[in-house]
T-cell receptor, first 113, second 115 residues
């Protein structure tokens, strides 16, 4: 069964440093998403991406965040200057055209110290 | 905006029993709901969905019931197994007829199955 792959599985970074979280969506999916989950809390939407541009973003997705599809397979989330409150699980997801059948990756646990 | 919420943060059942996980929503215009399962260390996994023109939908060992009168949906798991132990979320899109974009997730119910 096709999977969404995320790397790394764990990332520890110092406050103020930049991090890049990487995702390989399912190959025939065209819609890509990032969500985050702070420990013990809800899964929260960050951003959706289609046709090489952001289609929607949440209030969490401020200027510190950016997404990119640098080639035909990767989808990245960059946090420019990490804060302690950015510590969370970050999930990438992808879906086919117009289909709610999201497939989520296993997530990257980001710890900011 | 988001309107889904779950009733109980934890649920413990004995193996073989049926489990019922509940979710309430506040937006009467909501027309599509999804249940996800999240096992420890993994991402959310789609279980089953239901549209508002249905009251009930069945999958393999799972049934989702939608009561639009009281804005409530439930996930029923038959003959619960240890592998069903996970956090269960209900989720919905933000707008009626929306076909892509953000999902709003409820807070989740931790289901624990004991022998």
């Amino acid at each position: 069964e096709p999977e969404v792959t995320q790397t790394p599985s764990h990332q520890v970074t110092q406050m103020g440093q930049e991090v890049i979280l990487r995702c390989v969506p399912i190959s025939n999916h065209l819609y890509f998403y990032w969500y985050r989950q702070i420990l013990g809390q809800k899964v929260e939407f960050l951003v959706s991406f289609y046709n090489n541009e952001i289609s929607e973003k949440s209030e969490i997705f401020d200027d510190q965040f950016s997404v990119e599809r640098p080639d035909g397979s990767n989808f990245t989330l960059k946090i420019r200057s990490t804060k302690l409150e950015d510590s969370a699980m970050y999930f990438c997801a992808s879906s086919p055209v117009g289909n709610w059948g999201y497939t989520f990756g296993s997530g990257t646990r980001l710890t900011v110290v | 905006g988001e309107s889904v919420g779950l009733h109980l943060p934890t649920l413990s059942v004995q193996e073989g029993d049926n489990s019922i996980i509940n979710c309430a929503y506040s937006n009467s215009a909501s027309d599509y709901f999804i249940w996800y399962k999240q096992e420890s260390g993994k991402g959310p996994q789609f279980i089953i969905d239901i549209r508002s023109n249905m009251d009930k939908r069945q999958g393999q060992r799972v049934t989702v019931l939608l009561n639009k009168t009281v804005k409530h949906l439930s996930l029923q798991i038959a003959a619960t197994q240890p592998g069903d132990s996970a956090v269960y979320f209900c989720a919905e899109p933000p707008a009626r007829g929306s076909t892509l974009g953000r999902l709003y997730f409820g807070r989740g119910t931790q289901l624990t199955v004991w022998p």
